[in-house]
């Protein structure tokens, strides 16, 4: 187990340093001259030459790549170009909005999704299936900034029943405003990953229900709930927690689109905004760090494994 | 190398070409056994010949700005209103059809071809495998869309910008697909059994593998084409996409943004051709996986 788990860590950190390489590229490649923007209009040549030289902007790729990882590490993200605010201290303003958001949409798909794709299961083949199906497909196919302009065309302009657009901070004392901002903007998020959840649950579950100890446990008199929720759902388990890591990407980039629709200001409207102005530091923070906690949600759901399937021992 | 894939636009069209036999029962006989082939195929035959014929659908000039005319609602002139430059919304969407299906179909071909091959390669030479895996793993932990943004940011917007920087993100999904083929077609016995007989491995890899990766690539190139699809017209509407200046349907939607609440119709128009189109590829690639790859629909 515990060799297990350090495995897994370790083979974590190639993956990181591929990204962290990527996107350190990004900023490499970008076009425009940071020395040129900071000497400003009135500089001659030599004096952007002095401040390349001073920002170390004239040495090599390979050692600039480690400098800036350093500096990563330490929590550096660079400033904004255009407003001179670390890039770190921008993201951790913005970050609350984002995170409610995410963790909001997570819960709501995975209490929506499961269910449903264990009802499928179990009504395999009825017009139950079919509808959850078509379901399914309908909400892969349409963006999520649809499903949000519908949702609060019907739901905020004509029902009322939410606020149109905006965050509430979150409180202890009074969640209520935080939540009612933030119904709308996760159901649009989760339409798509309750479908992607739901299809593997149902595709799973349907694995298992014809299974031999499945068939035993009928045999034995063990009635359909337990049946459903006690053996077949945990053996079910690893694939759908799988997914679930996997269709975090789009969880991602879905929830940069919703906050753009309903006005959230999260770290998804801080990059929006950042590509309107070309600022590269904040694009290339906010890509970084948005790719490490994927990354992370994905070690994590490795680790997961040997508590759903304790077979797992690689 | 691109004729031998089936191409999404292709295979929009197979249930056209059944017509033409001139035998009614076999038609019925299709659509009843594959109903999503079918439908998907009908709707898309119809998205293609609506890009195509755009010309003569009734459309003005897509660009045509008339300011003393913005705004309108939908009406019998303006079946979809216009927008505020007073462009016709129907026009624009309808040309905005040519730009999404010229992404989709595109990267759809790009990141099968570079897919695969970078798949063969990896799944053949032992010593690449490794690195190059780890390379797919990376760019795989970095949110498509995010990617998509990172890369557009770098450019400047175009079309062709457009469908290299989702290309980019979509060539791990078949790059791992087609080595995951690779590397359990290697341990079929007859393959150990040509190579034992001393066949080159140029000869392996088109006479036994390729073959048996084109059904499950044809069924990703389809749901690629779709997905690209989306991430141009998401691209497009946070202002990360295609030039402000071509009608696409991202950018109609995207100038419909700051007005939605009170004109809705500039952005419904848009996501409903969108979702439409996008729906009807994705019911195609179902059938196609149900079709082509009996294995692969169990799974999913």
């Known amino acids: ?314 | 190398m691109s004729s031998t894939i089936l191409d999404p636009a292709i295979a929009a069209e197979l249930p056209d070409v059944l017509p033409a036999r001139k035998q009614r029962g076999k038609v019925a006989m299709f659509a009843y056994r594959h109903p999503s082939i079918f439908a998907g195929g009908l709707l898309v035959s119809l998205v293609v010949a609506s890009a195509v014929f755009a010309p003569l659908l009734g459309t003005v000039d897509p660009t045509a700005l008339a300011p003393a005319k913005r705004l309108r609602v939908p009406s019998e002139i303006y079946w979809f209103g216009t927008d505020m430059l007073g462009r016709d919304i129907y026009s624009r969407v309808l040309y905005g059809t040519r730009v999404s299906l010229q992404v989709g179909v595109m990267v759809a071909l790009f990141a099968s071809v570079i897919g695969m091959f970078i798949g063969l390669t990896s799944g053949f030479i032992r010593v690449l495998d490794t690195v190059v895996m780890r390379v797919m793993d990376g760019l795989m932990s970095i949110p498509g869309i995010l990617l998509a943004i990172a890369l557009m940011a770098l450019t400047r917007g175009s079309v062709g910008n457009v469908i290299i920087a989702i290309t980019i993100t979509e060539i791990p999904r078949v790059a791992r697909l087609v080595r995951g083929v690779v590397l359990s077609l290697r341990e079929q016995p007859y393959v150990e059994a040509a190579v034992a007989a001393g066949t080159r491995v140029p000869k392996i890899i088109w006479k036994h593998i390729l073959p048996n990766t084109l059904a499950p690539i044809t069924v990703q190139a389809t749901f690629i084409c779709a997905s690209a699809m989306i991430t141009e017209a998401t691209l497009s509407f946070i202002g990360a996409g295609t030039p402000p200046t071509i009608p696409s349907w991202g950018n109609i939607m995207a100038e419909g943004r700051a007005l939605w609440q009170v004109k809705p119709f500039i952005v419904l128009f848009p996501a409903m051709f969108l979702s439409i189109t996008v729906l009807s590829i994705n019911l195609l690639g179902d059938g196609l996986r149900d079709a082509l790859d009996p294995r692969m629909a169990k799974k999913i």
Request: net charge positive.
């Open chain 1, 1 to 314: 187990m515990f060799a297990y788990i350090i495995r897994r860590v370790i083979a974590t950190i190639p993956v990181v340093a591929i990204v962290a390489l990527f996107i350190f590229s990004l900023l490499y490649f970008a076009p425009g001259d940071p020395a040129a923007i900071i000497a400003g209009d009135q500089a001659t040549p030599a004096d952007v030459e002095r401040i390349r030289a001073s920002l170390g902007l004239d040495r090599p790729f390979v050692v600039r790549f480690f400098e800036w990882s350093w500096q990563v590490v330490q929590g550096n993200l660079g400033v904004s170009i255009f407003t001179n605010l670390p890039v770190s201290k921008m993201i951790a303003q913005r970050i609350e909005p984002s995170l409610s958001l995410m963790l909001l949409t997570l819960t709501f798909a995975i209490s929506v999704a499961v269910p449903l794709g264990v009802l499928a299961a179990w009504k395999h083949g009825t017009w139950i299936d079919r509808l959850v199906m078509m379901f399914a497909v309908f909400f892969f196919s349409v963006p999520v900034f649809v499903v949000g302009y519908l949702l609060a065309y019907t739901f905020a302009l004509q029902l009322d029943w939410f606020p149109v657009q905006g965050y509430t901070p979150f409180s202890i004392s009074d969640p209520w405003p935080w939540l009612r901002n933030l119904v709308l903007p996760a159901a649009a998020l989760g339409g798509a990953f309750v479908a992607l959840i739901a299809r593997i649950t149902r595709a799973t579950m349907l694995e298992v229900l014809s299974q031999d100890y499945i068939r035993t446990a009928r045999a034995k008199g063990v009635s359909q709930r337990p049946i459903l929720f006690m053996h077949a759902l945990k053996n079910a388990a690893v694939p759908i927690v799988t997914i679930i890591g996997i269709g975090f990407a789009g969880l991602i980039g879905g929830a940069v689109v919703t906050e753009s629709v309903f006005a959230i200001p999260g770290v998804g409207r801080l990059v929006v905004d950042a590509i309107l102005r070309r600022d590269y530091p904040i694009i290339q923070g906010v890509v970084l760090m948005l790719s490490f906690t994927y990354v992370l949600v994905n070690l994590c759901v490795d680790l997961l494994y040997t508590l759903f399937d304790p077979r797992i021992r690689y």
